[in-house]
């Protein structure tokens, strides 16, 4: 049972332009959404958050938007730079302290 | 700030044999540490959480007799993978909370262990 869906398994774009990854979840009792970059051999890091109580979160050329009724989220990177280009996981919480259940994740490409 | 390290970064070594990885949190202290398992092209796969100082909490269908974690201090948890198989051979991965974290979010990363048994 696939809790958080990420349909799109890579997305290439186009340096300067804007990159959207999508991510669906199932469980209507998560409450704090994740988004990790990672790369080949490394461990996942940390990009941005959103709580529940919020539908917009934004730092510097990353915006991650929450639709709750949709049970949406998608992280917007823009301008889109070369050096973004790794897989992003997205990653849900149910009640505070609780574990994380990721997203299979999507490879961006974005080309110069 | 919020670095962890994990050791070692590649391990190979022969069936039967038991390996440990390492997770350190460098610059914080560590409330709660997470364990992950991936496999090629698949999700991160959580198997275990681990407070300090008491005994670790598996996910379901992770064997905790094969898959032994400590977590004795603030800043170091181990996973010991006892007796490897080549169905063991993965990529784990630990993550680690700091105290005062928003309901134990974010985790930060390792840079994980590629396990490899022959």
């Known amino acids: 049972d696939q809790q958080v869906k990420q349909n799109s398994p890579s997305l290439s774009v186009q340096e300067g332009r804007i990159s959207i990854l999508n991510c669906d979840y199932t469980n209507s009792m998560f409450d704090y959404f994740l988004w990790y970059k990672k790369y080949p051999a490394e461990g996942p890091t940390f990009l941005i958050s959103?709580?529940?109580?919020?539908d917009k979160n934004e730092d510097g050329r990353f915006t991650v938007f929450l639709n709750k009724s949709a049970k949406h989220l998608s992280l917007h990177i823009v301008p889109s730079q070369p050096g973004d280009s790794a897989v992003y996981f997205c990653?849900?919480?149910?009640?505070?302290?609780?574990?994380?259940?990721f997203g299979a994740g999507t490879i961006l490409r974005v080309k110069s | 700030g919020a670095v962890v390290s994990q050791h070692p970064s590649w391990v190979i070594c022969k069936s039967g044999t038991s390996v440990k990885i390492e997770c350190r949190s460098l610059?914080?202290?560590?409330?709660?540490m997470f364990w992950y398992r991936q496999f090629p092209k698949q999700s991160l796969m959580l198997m275990a959480t681990?407070?300090?100082?008491?005994?670790?909490?598996?996910e379901q269908g992770v064997e905790k007799d094969k898959f032994l974690i400590n977590h004795a201090s603030l800043t170091l948890s181990t996973l010991t993978v006892t007796s490897a198989h080549p169905e063991d051979s993965s990529f784990y991965i630990c993550?680690?909370?700091?105290?005062?974290?928003?309901?134990?979010?974010?985790?930060?990363f390792g840079d994980g262990t590629r396990l490899s048994i022959l």
């Open positions: 959103i709580s529940s109580i919020k």
């Open positions: 610059d914080f202290q560590a409330t709660t």
């Open positions: 681990s407070n300090e100082g008491s005994k670790a909490t598996y």
């Open positions: 990653a849900a919480s149910a009640v505070r302290g609780n574990k994380l259940v």
């Open positions: 993550s680690a909370v700091g105290q005062g974290a928003w309901g134990n979010q974010p985790q930060h």
